[in-house]
């Protein structure tokens, strides 16, 4: 009897066991049925990416940049791509894994602007950035371009109203970074007037949204409330928000007295964005993004082609030391009639040469690689394709290598770090400027007669070191 009691006790308890553990594993797959693995945010930093120009792969990398430097200032927001169909799916892939972005992908919007005559190609498929009026799962959206760079959060800005953006023109705001409210009902008036062809001073983005907002110059600055509430109606930006880095190089420091110095903006010349290896040391700033991208991406993608081309360069300096290669021997006939027409078709094909040498590794070099890279492989290049030059049309060494010598000296001249402000630094690139043209000049003349006295010699007179052909070596030619 008293084990049939501890076998009744002992079953009881087992079954009230089994029984708070079935109810604990029911509740727990109610709340994860009912709570999402990730809370969506209210609000959405946002940017847009199409292909269809030669800058795309660029482009992608500095999105991911940004993105990424977004995501290391904290913000308590989603990133969202506005991706365009045609967007190859390996990079959407890389944004959404890799970067935690969020892609929407959109049909291209037709340009109705594209006939017009002061008309930018680049800037065809600029409208999708109206698309960001579409996102209506957010309260507010900040709309950014590729070329900007985040120095510290601006979740702040979340509080702006309907629309917000910087004037970093004195009369017209920029639509590199602005801040709206989503709606369908502006989304479809916009597009309503883009077919009704409402006026565009460029045939881009930035014509259409300031014309669709003219009246944002009037209205009051934005100032975030201290008790976080949002704003309703249109407000200006302090520059603060979008520092245009001209104001930067006037002075060659910041000195930006209105707003948070939050973020800089790259406007201007399209192949002197920031990501650009040969932008520095035109550009001074574009060593911090460079910085962030190290921090944060690497060039792990770019260092294997970098560590090719320094290879294929050190094989050709060796090879033109142990070869010299000489094409001024197709002149050996002295009464050739057609002698002078040969040299100076090797004259113009020499002169291409030298000017092949130092553009040929300009193009090649994988375009966003850092400067302190992309620089060093280009006078590895340069220096080694000249050497090819000079052995093989027999040419003054350091007339040749003279423009070799000019460019490493106005990189050291912009790079130099003590100027007191833009202007001195400017002055001191035309005054170098100055004084090495007639060096650059007195090269070329040097050249021409090297060239010259090369071709003679070789076309009348042996080679130092070759027999002299027999007499009757010109009759059988």
Not at 16 to 44: D, E, I, Q
Not at 105 to 126: A, G, I, T
Not at 339 to 356: D, E, F, P, R, Y
Not at 413 to 432: E, K
Request: aromatic share 14%.
């Amino acid at each position: 009897m008293g084990c049939a009691k501890r076998q009744r006790e002992y079953n009881n308890s087992v079954g009230f066991v089994m029984r708070w553990w079935l109810m604990m594993l029911l509740l727990g797959s109610c709340c994860f049925l009912t709570s999402p693995v990730v809370k969506a945010h209210k609000n959405a930093y946002a940017t847009m990416m199409y292909v269809g120009t030669p800058r795309d792969y660029e482009f992608y990398i500095a999105i991911r940049v940004l993105f990424k430097s977004l995501s290391r200032l904290n913000v308590q927001a989603d990133l969202v791509v506005i991706a365009s169909v045609d967007v190859p799916v390996r990079w959407i892939q890389t944004l959404e894994k890799e970067d935690g972005a969020k892609v929407v992908r959109v049909e291209n919007m037709d340009n109705p602007y594209k006939h017009q005559e002061n008309f930018d190609k680049r800037f065809k498929l600029s409208l999708n950035k109206l698309y960001a009026w579409s996102l209506v799962d957010y309260d507010r959206v900040v709309m950014l371009d590729a070329d900007n760079l985040f120095l510290q959060n601006t979740d702040e800005l979340f509080q702006c109203g309907q629309f917000c953006a910087v004037f970093i023109n004195p009369c017209v705001f920029h639509t590199g970074l602005f801040v709206l409210q989503p709606s369908m009902d502006v989304f479809k008036d916009m597009v309503n007037e883009l077919q009704n062809g409402r006026e565009n001073e460029d045939g881009a983005d930035q014509g259409f949204i300031a014309s669709y907002f003219p009246e944002l110059l009037d209205k009051p600055m934005f100032h975030p409330p201290p008790n976080g509430t949002k704003l309703d109606g249109t407000y200006r930006l302090p520059l603060g928000y979008q520092m245009d880095a001209s104001y930067y190089y006037l002075k060659l420091r910041w000195s930006v007295p209105c707003g948070p110095n939050s973020v800089i903006t790259f406007p201007g010349a399209p192949w002197l964005k920031p990501w650009y290896w040969w932008a520095w040391p035109v550009l001074p700033l574009g060593l911090q993004w460079h910085e962030k991208r190290r921090q944060i991406l690497g060039y792990g993608t770019e260092i294997a082609v970098i560590l090719i081309q320094s290879a294929i360069y050190l094989g050709i300096i060796a090879m033109t030391r142990l070869a010299k290669p000489n094409l001024s021997k197709l002149c050996y006939r002295r009464s050739d009639k057609s002698i002078t027409l040969v040299q100076n078709i090797l004259k113009l094909v020499a002169l291409w040469s030298i000017l092949a040498a130092y553009a040929t590794p300009f193009f090649i070099i994988p375009h966003t690689i850092h400067p302190m890279l992309g620089w060093p492989l280009y006078l590895l290049g340069a220096f080694a394709l000249c050497l090819v030059a000079i052995n093989a049309f027999l040419l003054p060494m350091l007339s040749v290598l003279m423009p070799w010598f000019g460019i490493l000296g106005v990189l050291l001249v912009m790079a130099f770090p003590w100027y007191s402000d833009g202007v001195v630094r400017a002055l001191c690139v035309f005054g170098y400027a100055f004084c090495a043209a007639p060096f650059l000049w007195t090269s070329m003349t040097r050249i021409m007669a090297g060239l010259q006295v090369s071709l003679e010699r070789e076309g009348f007179m042996p080679r130092l070191g070759e027999s002299s052909p027999p007499s009757w070596f010109n009759k059988l030619y």
